[in-house]
């Protein structure tokens, strides 16, 4: 059984920096893609950052240049650093393993102005 969970999230004025992490179980790092997605109020969810089985990321455009995924695989754990925070940044941010349709329950990020 794949378990993902969240943590990092928090409140951070507007250029800073926060780094989530995403501790897994019952999932081999590297043999699946992994990602993130964010949800913000009254929006659907929404496509960050992916890590392909070979290291390969790809971000959504207002991310770009900004948020940086990767993995650790001896701590079964992927991160997303966050640097140079909006407010429109502000949502629930979650950890998924997309293609074994696995999501964790999400850790707020708030960036205020």
Known sequence: QVRLMESG??????GGSLRL?????????G???MGWYRQAPGKQREFVATITTGGITNYADPVKGRFAIYRDSAKN????EMNGLKPEDTAVYYCAAPHR???GQGTQ????S
């Not at 999230?9 to 507007?14: N, P, Y």
């Not at 754990?77 to 997303?80: E, F, G, M, P």
């Open 101 to 103: 349709d696995s999501w």
């Open 109 to 112: 990020v708030t960036v205020s």
């Open 9 to 14: 999230g928090g409140l951070v004025q507007a």
């Open 77 to 80: 754990t992927v991160y997303l």
């Open 21 to 29: 992490s995403c501790t897994t179980s019952g999932i081999i790092l």
């Open 31 to 33: 043999t699946t893609v």
